[in-house]
């Protein structure tokens, strides 16, 4: 069952990027830009606790 429900979710969401380009590119570039956020974050956490 949990296989056929990835399917479904796989066709789903290629089915969504191919008919709304603009919004699904809208979602991945925010999802990009919040995990650039989060490893720029973690970088900073480690250069502030070498500089202490």
Request: glycine share 12%.
């Given at each position: 069952?949990?296989?056929?429900?990835?399917?479904?979710?796989?066709f789903?969401?290629?089915?969504?990027i191919?008919?709304?380009?603009?919004p699904?590119?809208d979602?991945?570039?925010?999802?990009?830009?919040?995990?650039a956020?989060?490893?720029s974050?973690?970088?900073?956490?480690?250069?502030?606790?070498?500089?202490?």
């Amino acid at each position: 069952m949990k296989k056929i429900l990835g399917w479904v979710l796989v066709f789903l969401l290629v089915f969504w990027i191919g008919t709304n380009p603009g919004p699904a590119a809208d979602v991945a570039r925010s999802l990009g830009d919040g995990v650039a956020e989060i490893f720029s974050n973690i970088g900073t956490f480690f250069v502030d606790l070498s500089n202490n």
